[in-house]
């Protein structure tokens, strides 16, 4: 054996190369079987000096529960027999026995990694105590809510957290470390069960966790948003789920005051049934480093939508926000339409480059002023869509968008509504073109265009990286992008005919 071989650095660095994803073809149901892992079983039994480093990166990373589950006895005929080829090898397995659980977990000293998503396991461990159950060097946890009392025993959240005792002693050992902590709601799971128990063992979990850095779960209580907002680790959270939002199971306003900052928190997102959880972690939080910002809706109502925008734009953020995505996906609302303009809440986020705004209750307005102030206060944006579906008649000109494009010199892509009733640029006039476009989605106000081939002489002089024009009708551009090819090809059949000269 070489000497450089005997440096753990060196041989550290080695094995990480060779744990990379490399992927070869198998006909196992059980995926693709990662090459990497036949290497590192390999080396792992070598000589003892490859066998400890090899079996950490083996086991480091555990994506389904058959590679723990197959170190059992029982099991690993029927989860490996037929070339893996069995799906349904778990039906009418009984559950596990204590000893075979300690053969389950032969491993889990080393697991730092841990995806539990298949419910078809479930039953599996329905007889062992939750303690028994330990990966004392877990770091990054996916977890189905069904899952949970693997990591939560059964009768914990019913009890107060500060009581002493085994279970929550055992439960800190096995999630205080944890940095990447994902839950979620399989699609069987009942919005009863998912508000209740689940839900109150998830604040449980997260409550516990003391190093988080990502967190992404259905609700939790405003106990443990408080928790969170103290962890100076902590990163991203990703908060909701739409089975379990309907009617959430802690009240909005209840033992609620300002949160901490959530001083490094840098990605926030929300999906829920209506906005009016997320206004509250809003209204009572600052977000000082806050750069990205989601919410993806199911009802989004005006003043619903007001409250929102006007909790984020008095929050922190003002100087560090990036990325603001907005979309709500039902429409509940057919009153008539609205004279304010939501978007002007975002007017004081000047380091925006991402800007989606998709809400289907209520009008939003854009019209040629509030886009030139718009473009005027974000230089740097580089993906601008609103997507205004109550709006009729767009009040935006060509003129008008080509000039408040000028304010933006690095946007890629546009989509907004526009008036194409009407041509008031003439394309014979030299233009000032914007060179960074490359995508472009122009809702039109419900009917063909009438001047097909002056707009795409405009967009082909103003805008010459858009190679078609999109819109909520695709076939109202058809025209307009026919001609606008056939002004490329000929440009393009110029310019060849010139190089050859």
Not at 102 to 124: D, E, M, P
Not at 306 to 335: M, N, P, W
Request: contains cysteine; aromatic residues 8%; proline residues 5%.
């Amino acid at each position: 054996m070489h000497q450089a071989l005997l440096i753990p650095e060196v041989l550290l660095e080695i094995f990480a190369h060779v744990n990379e994803m490399i992927l070869e073809p198998s006909e196992s149901s059980l995926g693709i079987v990662l090459l990497s892992r036949k290497s590192l079983a390999a080396l792992a039994s070598t000589c003892k000096t490859f066998h400890e480093p090899a079996m950490d990166l083996l086991w480091g990373k555990i994506d389904m529960l058959e590679s723990l589950l197959g170190c059992v006895t029982r099991l690993h005929p029927l989860i490996y027999r037929n070339n893996g080829r069995l799906r349904n090898w778990a039906e009418g397995v009984g559950p596990l026995s204590a000893d075979e659980a300690r053969q389950f977990l032969r491993h889990s000293a080393r697991v730092r990694s841990l995806s539990i998503i298949s419910n078809c396991h479930l039953h599996l461990f329905s007889v062992i105590p939750a303690e028994l159950y330990d990966f004392p060097r877990l770091r990054s946890l996916t977890i189905s809510t069904k899952f949970l009392n693997l990591f939560l025993s059964h009768t914990l959240h019913h009890r107060h957290l500060v009581t002493v005792n085994e279970d929550l002693q055992s439960i800190v050992t096995r999630c205080a470390a944890l940095k990447h902590l994902y839950v979620c709601t399989p699609d069987t799971i009942n919005a009863v069960d998912s508000t209740a128990a689940a839900l109150s063992r998830i604040s449980d979990i997260v409550r516990l966790c003391k190093q988080l850095v990502t967190l992404s779960c259905p609700l939790f209580d405003w106990a443990a948003w408080r928790h969170l907002s103290n962890l100076p680790t902590l990163t991203r959270v990703d908060a909701g789920d739409t089975r379990s939002d309907a009617a959430p199971p802690w009240p909005l306003e209840r033992g609620i005051a300002n949160f901490s900052p959530f001083s490094n928190v840098t990605a926030l997102s929300f999906l829920l049934h209506s906005a009016a959880y997320a206004i509250t972690i809003m209204q009572h939080s600052q977000f000082p480093s806050l750069k990205e910002f989601k919410m993806d809706v199911d009802v989004l109502s005006l003043p619903g939508a007001e409250q929102l925008f006007r909790a984020l734009s008095h929050c922190k953020a003002r100087e560090t926000l990036e990325k603001i995505i907005v979309y709500s996906s039902y429409h509940e609302y057919d009153g008539p339409p609205n004279n304010s303009s939501v978007i002007t809440h975002f007017l004081c986020f000047t380091q925006l480059r991402t800007l989606h705004l998709a809400c289907f209750d209520f009008c939003l307005n854009l019209d040629n002023d509030i886009l030139f102030e718009a473009m005027s206060t974000w230089p740097h944006m580089r993906d601008l869509e609103i997507e205004d579906v109550h709006l009729r008649n767009s009040p935006i000109t060509f003129r008008s968008l080509l000039t408040a494009l000028r304010l933006c010199p690095h946007l890629h892509t546009l989509e907004v509504p526009i008036d194409t009733t009407t041509v008031d640029i003439d394309p014979d006039v030299e233009p000032i073109q914007h060179t960074s476009l490359r995508r472009l989605e122009l809702k039109t106000s419900g009917f063909p265009i009438a001047k097909a081939e002056a707009f795409a002489r405009i967009i082909f002089s103003y805008l010459p990286h858009v190679d078609q024009v999109g819109g909520s009708i695709q076939r109202y551009w058809d025209e307009v992008n026919m001609h606008l090819k056939s002004l490329k090809d000929t440009a393009l059949h110029v310019t060849r005919a010139t190089s050859n000269t």
